[in-house]
Each structure stands twice: as C-alpha cells, then as structure tokens.
C-alpha cells in the first residue's frame, strides 16, 4: 500500500510538472513574435470567418502562425467571438496575443486615395484601379447601372463625386469609394445652392455643377475663378454662346491630342460651346468647392471675354474690341 501512494505521489508530482511546463510554454508562445515573411504583412479578415480559417489566411499572407494554438488562445480568452472582419498588418514584434487582441478589437489599417479638383470620371476610375487595395467590383459595369446603385436620375457619372482626400480600409471596393464621394458631392452641392445668388441664370443644382466644372477647367488661379463666373453668367444672361475651349476638348473624347484647331472649335459635339448656345448637357470634370461657390456666388461685371495671360491668370475685356487686342498680346505675342 505504502509503494502504491508513493506510485501516486510521484505521478501528481509528474502531472505538476507537466502542466508547469505546459503552462509556461502556453505564455512563452503567446509573448514570442511570430515569424514574417517580410518586415510588414498585410491580410484581410473576411466578415464571418473562424479563428482557425483567419489563422490560416495570415500563413498564406506570410504571418506564421500555429493554426490549433491560435484557435486555443482565442477560446480560452474569449475572443474568438469578438473577431472582427476588416483590413490587418502584422509587424516585426507583434505575438499571437497582440495580434488577436488587435483583431479582437478592430485595430485595422487604413490607406488613402485622393480624387483632384478637376479630375474627370475616367481619370478617377483609373486611380481607383490603379490603387492595390483596392478590390475591383465595376469592371464591366455600365454608367447606366453604376448610376441605378447610386439611385441618381443623372444621365452621365461626370461631375458626380467630389474631388478629396479619402482614408479607407484596404479591401474597401470602387464602389464604396464612388458611393462616399458621390454623397459628398450632393451633400455640398445640396447645402450651397440654398445659399445661391438668387439672381442667378440656373435653374437647378446640376446646371450649377455643370458651370462650376467649366470654371474648374478654365482656370487654375483661385483669385480669378469668381470672375471667371461672372463671364460665364452675363453671356448666359444674353444668351450668348459660352465659348470654352475646355468643353470643345471634353466633347473631342480621345481624339483630342493636346491642342485645338479651328475645325475641332467648329465640329459640332453636345459640349462644344462654340456650335451650341447655353450650358453643356453634362459637368466636363469633378469640380471643387471653390468653384461650385464661384459658380453659385460670381462676381459682378461687364466682362463677356478673358484670356490666359499664360501665368495662370486672365485677362478680362468687356468687348471684343478689348478682346482682339488681349489675344493679340498674350497669345499671338504682338505688341500694341
């Protein structure tokens, strides 16, 4: 009897050490950094999945992990319910532990992409491919369908999505990107033409839009863009045609190969200016808030013609007279 408590004694002794050891390789793993394939490794957590099927994306990222001590650590810390999906990045340091409190507790990576003042809808639809984290939805999409998940009764996506500096997840896709820039483009457009010149010759936001995007391309220099507007307002109050190169270039499309002709002024499109009276159809480029407050807020004047003086600034003339003899000058090179 007294051999078999001995026996005993030893195995609880055994046991003990067992779990000690056990006990202290549990800490150890969970406090050593993990091996990375490189000094940072970006992963994506998709909505729904497991502990086990999250530690098996971050080995094929590159975050080597043990996928049943991963799946352990977090049942026994309880956090294997509080998981959430979203864009992560492991660094040289982090253990298991921090990596699953720092999804456990949403600490995800953000990235930005910038949509310039100016811009067109192809030009940001370029950046937003361009952009690797990025996950492309629209490939394939018409204007027609991407303007339905919109809910836009707009016949063109031109101009709809403001110009700004955007931070977001990576793995956002195009679409959430579109979205947040086209309700931000409306929520300012909305707020603004209630503050409007009431004297104005527009008829509805879009029309203000359309203005505003004309001023964005025809002038680079912020002190002039109210000026600018005032040009554009008084021919529309005389019905005088608009006669802005940068509509003629837009309606060009991609035969447009970086300067324009007589005949190219004289080819009928729907944008050219020159052939057709009033407003274009559509915007020609994401304008900014300073040029939708110029296009709602223009300044008052005589002025009907200006010119690039080719410093970024124009030069403004009430007749054509004035005009000729400001062409003359700055963009013929001769001296009056």
Do not use: C
């Not at 921090?98 to 003042?117: H, K, N, Y």
């Not at 052939?275 to 807020?297: C, E, K, N, Y």
């Not at 124009?314 to 001769?334: D, M, P, T, W």
């Amino acid at each position: 009897m007294k051999k078999l408590k001995l026996i005993f004694l030893y195995l609880l002794l055994a046991l003990a050490l067992a779990a000690t050891a056990l006990s202290g390789y549990a800490w150890y793993w969970t406090e050593k950094p993990v091996a990375l394939d490189g000094d940072r490794v970006d992963y994506i957590v998709e909505a729904g999945s497991r502990p086990r099927s999250i530690a098996q994306t971050m080995n094929k990222a590159g975050v080597r992990i043990n996928e049943d001590g991963f799946v352990l650590l977090a049942r026994l810390t309880g956090q294997d319910k509080l998981l959430q999906a979203g864009a992560y990045e492991a660094v040289k340091g982090d253990t298991p532990r921090t990596l699953l409190e720092r999804m456990a507790s949403g600490d995800m990576t953000q990235t930005r992409l910038t949509f310039v003042e100016g811009w067109t809808y192809q030009r940001m639809r370029q950046a937003l491919r361009d952009n690797t984290h990025i996950k492309q939805t629209l490939d394939g999409v018409t204007d027609e369908e991407l303007l339905a998940r919109l809910g836009t009764a707009a016949s063109s996506p031109e101009g709809l999505f403001h110009p700004d500096t955007y931070v977001f997840v990576p793995g956002s896709t195009d679409f959430d990107l579109l979205r947040r820039a086209y309700r931000a483009q409306q929520e300012m457009l909305e707020a603004m033409w209630k503050d409007r010149d009431p004297q104005l010759p527009l008829e509805t936001p879009y029309e203000a839009l359309i203005l505003a995007s004309i001023i964005e391309k025809e002038t680079g220099h912020g002190a002039d863009r109210d000026r600018v507007s005032g040009v554009f307002v008084n021919r529309l109050r005389l019905r005088m045609p608009l006669q802005t190169d940068p509509t003629v270039i837009y309606g060009m499309g991609e035969s447009y190969e970086g300067r324009i002709r007589k005949k190219d002024l004289a080819t009928d499109t729907p944008w050219n200016t020159y052939t057709r009276p009033g407003l274009p159809p559509t915007p020609i480029a994401s304008p900014g808030r300073a040029s939708l407050s110029a296009a709602l807020h223009p300044e008052s004047h005589k002025f009907l013609y200006f010119v690039s003086r080719g410093d970024g600034t124009s030069e403004f003339s009430e007749n054509l007279a004035a005009h000729n003899r400001a062409v003359a000058k700055y963009i013929l090179g001769r001296k009056n």
